[in-house]
């Protein structure tokens, strides 16, 4: 990312990691409407916004090849992302896309296990694990998401759930590779719904994963993951869901779907 004198992104100089701000626009917007979007919020950020927190942009594959050019003809400081991919490297598998396809177009983060992909896909954490895997043959960075349902969260099992999820999920890595990625603690029952988890449970689901990446591989490698919030961010809700203890970011939905709501996500 190209940055003006002075203006370069800074980490948070209370944990020393590096905020990103991700938009998971799902299955919306075709490759038209998400040059205008991308476009609008680009006009609608000033330069000191971009100090604060890297911001990636998850568009649907069929925006990924008109986003990357926007952005590097207007060298937007925007990180592409994707929402998914597939873990083998190519073959007969209609339908779906590998992870080299997606490095060449030049995209930094993969969302990898998202509750929907989960839920609606019957990915497994076995299929997630080599999802991660795949990804960082890339080079590029996973964003791992794992959270509780309402009935798991009600039965008191939040902490296994996201034991097991952010175990089994990174089973074989080191832990130099577990540290350059990305977590996004997303409570099923705070995504889409309107409910929104309180910076409480931000900072709980948080303090949970990084404890347990703490026993698997050292409060050393634990400090340097970033964590992300996500589930039914608002303009309203971000700032304090950011001030979190341990989260690092925000993981938006539907809000990032609107220029305006998801710059001052972007400013909070
Ligand atoms: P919403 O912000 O629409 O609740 O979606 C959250 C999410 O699933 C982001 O990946």
């Known amino acids: 990312m190209s940055s003006k004198k002075g203006l370069e992104l800074k980490p948070n100089p209370r944990t020393g990691r ?30 000191v ?8 942009i998850h568009p649907p594959l069929t925006s990924l090849r008109p ?8 060298r937007m400081r925007f990180s592409l992302g994707a929402q998914n991919c597939y873990f083998e490297a190519s073959g007969a598998y209609t339908g779906e896309v590998s992870a080299s396809m997606l490095s060449k177009l030049n995209v930094k983060y993969v969302i990898v ?23 960082l043959s890339e080079q590029m960075t996973p964003i791992l998401c794992v959270g509780e349902s309402a009935e798991e969260r009600e039965a008191g099992q939040t902490d296994e759930v996201l034991m097991r999820q952010v175990r089994l999920a990174l ?7 577990v540290s350059t990625l990305v977590i996004a603690y997303e409570p099923i029952w705070a995504i889409g719904t309107g409910l929104v988890a309180t910076p409480e ?15 698997l591989y050292g409060g050393s490698v634990a400090d340097r993951v970033r964590v992300q919030y996500g589930g039914s961010v608002t ?6 869901l950011l001030e979190a203890e341990g ?5 938006v939905g539907g809000a990032s779907l609107d220029a305006e709501a998801f710059s001052r996500i972007i400013r909070a």
Request: proline residues 1%.
């Open 18 to 47: 590096y905020r990103l701000i991700s938009g998971n626009w799902k299955m919306n917007l075709n490759h038209l409407e998400a040059i205008q979007l991308v476009q609008k919020l680009y006009f609608g950020l000033r330069d």
């Open 49 to 56: 916004d971009y100090s604060f927190s890297e911001i990636s």
């Open 67 to 74: 986003i990357q050019l926007l952005i590097e003809s207007d």
């Open 113 to 135: 296990g998202h509750s929907e992909r989960r839920r609606i896909f019957g990915e497994t954490d076995v299929v997630v694990a080599q999802k991660v895997k795949a990804v």
């Open 171 to 177: 089973a074989e890595l080191s832990g130099e590779t």
């Open 201 to 215: 449970d931000a900072a709980s689901g948080a303090q949970l994963i990084r404890e347990e990446l703490g026993r």
């Open 235 to 240: 303009p309203t809700t971000a700032h304090d």
């Open 247 to 251: 989260v690092d970011g925000l993981l």
